[in-house]
């Protein structure tokens, strides 16, 4: 009987995995049909995706302030790490990192003597900062592709204004119809007052004789102010009108720590606080303001903010080697690089005295 028994169940337990099997196919062709929202995080990402390939970055790789004013915090491992500035990762194996940075030390290391001097630290920031150049010529082509749909060569401001305007969500047909027909574009005061200052940029970016028209280098300089100098010298004038309080076109160092305004609501702001009043106040008086006389003037800022100013590189690269020169030989040595690897890097590689010999 024991046999049989075992004979009749058997079909009773299939069926039952049959029908678990087709619930199961219900609740996920229900759960498929029922995800509205994630067609619409696609369309979102989508848009934001669109929106950043047409507006002028907030960070720019490889200088100094960033569009509104701020300290950039990455300036020291964007110019150390040129277009691998995101390879060292927190996560990576430690030994790989180790093995990684000091192999960058040895190609800034030209004559091999196991030291890097403030020249030798000087070409190497050029260098990667020419790096980051190329990268941004480089997005550059993709970039004005998506705005020069035609292949014409050029954009018109009208054309890239339908463009900004959609990748914030208005309809394309209904805003094209109103700019030809000149009629009144309905958007918030947020947007409206992002498209003057686009404007005044998109103005500064085309050179005479002005047409209105944004070549593909045109519009490199639109996006990435820093390879241009006309541009460059608009980007501080913008920067030096958000700081400057008493209009007088110049900044005190009062002026320069003042941002951000707001109040401290607990210790850790405080703390915040302070260090942002640190850095600027250091950052002003050794780096920006040359002549030491207390206040920045429009050329010092622009001297300052060149990425390509060799006399800044070399002020960088020794300020660089103070940080991590323990022995004071005006050097830095394997041990010391991979001791202030946060510095350099943005990661903090551990036990770098122990094994500095065997990653050389």
């Given at each position: 009987?024991?046999?049989?028994?075992?004979?009749?169940?058997?079909?009773?337990?299939?069926g039952?995995a049959a029908?678990?099997?087709?619930?199961?196919?219900?609740?996920?062709?229900?759960?498929?049909s029922?995800?509205?929202?994630?067609?619409?995080?696609a369309?979102?990402?989508?848009?934001?995706?669109e929106?950043?390939?047409?507006?002028?970055?907030?960070?720019?790789n490889?200088?100094?302030?960033?569009?509104?004013g701020?300290?950039n915090?990455?300036?020291?491992?964007?110019?150390?790490?040129?277009?691998?500035?995101?390879?060292?990762?927190?996560d990576a194996?430690?030994?790989?990192?180790?093995?990684?940075l000091?192999?960058i030390?040895?190609?800034?290391?030209?004559?091999?003597?196991?030291?890097?001097?403030?020249?030798?630290?000087?070409r190497?920031?050029?260098?990667?900062?020419?790096e980051?150049?190329q990268?941004?010529?480089?997005?550059?082509?993709?970039?004005?592709?998506?705005?020069?749909?035609?292949?014409?060569?050029?954009v018109?401001?009208?054309?890239?204004k339908?463009?900004?305007?959609?990748?914030?969500?208005?309809?394309?047909?209904?805003?094209?119809?109103a700019?030809?027909?000149?009629?009144?574009?309905?958007?918030?005061?947020?947007?409206?007052?992002?498209?003057?200052?686009?404007?005044?940029?998109w103005?500064q970016?085309?050179?005479?004789?002005?047409?209105?028209?944004?070549?593909?280098?045109?519009f490199?300089s639109?996006?990435?102010?820093?390879?241009?100098?006309g541009?460059?010298?608009?980007?501080?004038?913008?920067?030096?009108?958000?700081?400057?309080?008493?209009?007088?076109k110049?900044l005190?160092?009062a002026?320069?720590?003042?941002?951000?305004v707001?109040?401290?609501e607990?210790?850790?702001?405080?703390d915040?606080?302070d260090?942002?009043?640190?850095?600027?106040?250091?950052?002003?008086?050794?780096?920006?303001?040359?002549n030491?006389?207390?206040?920045?003037?429009?050329?010092?800022l622009e001297?300052?903010?060149?990425?390509?100013?060799?006399?800044?590189?070399?002020?960088?690269a020794?300020?660089?080697?103070?940080?991590?020169?323990?022995?004071?030989?005006?050097?830095?040595?394997?041990?010391?690089?991979?001791?202030?690897?946060?510095?350099?890097?943005?990661?903090?590689?551990?036990?770098?005295?122990?094994?500095?010999?065997?990653e050389?």
């Amino acid at each position: 009987l024991w046999p049989t028994a075992m004979v009749f169940r058997q079909p009773s337990f299939c069926g039952l995995a049959a029908h678990c099997l087709w619930l199961l196919g219900v609740v996920l062709l229900m759960d498929a049909s029922a995800r509205p929202a994630n067609r619409s995080s696609a369309r979102e990402r989508a848009a934001n995706r669109e929106e950043n390939e047409i507006l002028p970055p907030d960070h720019l790789n490889g200088v100094k302030l960033e569009m509104d004013g701020h300290l950039n915090k990455d300036f020291h491992q964007e110019v150390f790490l040129g277009k691998d500035v995101d390879g060292f990762d927190e996560d990576a194996e430690p030994r790989r990192s180790r093995r990684k940075l000091m192999v960058i030390f040895s190609k800034v290391d030209v004559n091999t003597d196991r030291r890097i001097s403030a020249k030798e630290m000087q070409r190497w920031i050029m260098e990667k900062t020419a790096e980051h150049f190329q990268e941004a010529v480089k997005e550059n082509k993709m970039h004005f592709r998506a705005v020069d749909p035609d292949g014409d060569g050029h954009v018109s401001w009208d054309e890239y204004k339908v463009k900004f305007l959609v990748s914030k969500g208005h309809n394309e047909k209904e805003v094209a119809d109103a700019i030809r027909n000149h009629e009144e574009l309905k958007v918030d005061e947020e947007t409206q007052e992002v498209l003057e200052n686009l404007r005044d940029r998109w103005y500064q970016a085309d050179n005479p004789p002005a047409d209105l028209l944004l070549t593909e280098d045109e519009f490199l300089s639109f996006l990435h102010p820093e390879h241009s100098r006309g541009m460059l010298k608009f980007m501080v004038k913008e920067i030096i009108r958000d700081l400057d309080q008493d209009g007088d076109k110049q900044l005190s160092l009062a002026e320069f720590i003042s941002l951000p305004v707001g109040t401290v609501e607990n210790q850790q702001g405080q703390d915040i606080d302070d260090s942002w009043v640190k850095d600027r106040k250091k950052e002003f008086e050794e780096l920006i303001d040359s002549n030491h006389d207390g206040i920045v003037t429009m050329e010092e800022l622009e001297n300052y903010m060149d990425p390509m100013n060799e006399y800044n590189a070399l002020n960088e690269a020794k300020q660089m080697i103070a940080i991590a020169d323990e022995n004071q030989n005006h050097h830095l040595e394997p041990e010391e690089v991979l001791k202030y690897s946060e510095f350099f890097t943005g990661s903090k590689l551990v036990d770098y005295a122990r094994n500095v010999h065997e990653e050389f």
